[in-house]
């Protein structure tokens, strides 16, 4: 079946440490996107890529990075520079061509806690 | 920035009766406007999206409504049944482009048997 697949579903870290969210989608879109969602709050965009190789800065990219080195991939690494950086995040998906009205498609989401 | 407003207290109605949601929006017209779904723990669901030049539109016990004059969409679930509990979050494109969406914070909707 043709999804999103977003790994782990849950994840500690401790202070300091750097940590990767992995984001894989066989739906053969060119734009993805990562959002953070607290609760009480809507769905922040971190970053998104529209194209291989390519991508930009969401509201709340300060302490994350990303990359986007294949079109199926976008993992995202939340860094020790990330102050507060227990939340649910969520991969999402949508194809490029007329942006206006494609249905995003999201993976299950990741629960990350700093312990 | 555009601004989107959900109400964000919990709806709570009786099983077999109509749902309301209501997404409020400032400070620009988007081209369209989309409703999703999302259950605890788990991504949104796309439900149905709408334009700006249509009034209304249906999805078996879905409608939602779009007033471009007010900033208005409203949300109906007719017929509710428990498992339509979840929240629902609305989404508009962003100002000056529709490579980024924003989405509201979500009316959770609780439907008591």
């Known amino acids: 079946d043709g999804g999103i697949t977003q790994s782990p579903k849950y994840l500690f870290r401790k202070e300091g440490q750097n940590v990767t969210l992995s984001c894989e989608q066989n739906l053969n879109h060119d734009a993805m996107y990562w959002y953070r969602q607290d609760p009480g709050q809507g769905l922040r965009l971190i970053y998104y890529?529209?194209?291989?190789?390519?991508?930009q800065k969401g509201d709340i990219a300060e302490g994350y990075s990303v990359s986007r080195e294949k079109k199926e991939s976008f993992p995202l690494t939340v860094t020790s520079a990330q102050k507060n950086p227990t939340a649910f995040y969520l991969c999402?998906?949508?194809?490029?061509?007329?942006?206006?009205?494609?249905?995003?498609?999201f993976g299950e989401g990741s629960w990350l806690t700093v312990v | 920035s555009q601004k989107i407003e959900q109400n964000s207290e919990a709806l709570n109605i009786q099983e077999g009766k109509t749902a309301t949601l209501t997404c409020n929006y400032t400070n620009y017209s988007p081209a369209y406007l989309q409703w999703y779904r999302q259950d605890p723990g788990r991504g949104p669901v796309f439900l149905l999206l709408?334009?700006?030049?249509?009034k209304e539109k249906r999805k078996e016990r879905l409608k939602v409504t779009f007033d471009t004059t007010l900033k208005q969409s409203l949300f109906h679930i007719t017929a509710s049944q428990p498992a339509d509990s979840a929240t629902y979050l609305c989404?508009?494109?962003?100002?000056?482009?529709?490579?980024?969406?924003?989405f509201g914070i979500g009316t959770k909707l609780q439907v008591i048997p």
């Open positions: 709408i334009r700006e030049n249509e």
């Open positions: 890529s529209q194209i291989v190789n390519d991508f």
């Open positions: 989404a508009l494109p962003n100002s000056g482009g529709y490579q980024k969406v924003t």
């Open positions: 999402a998906s949508t194809t490029r061509e007329g942006f206006s009205g494609n249905t995003i498609y």
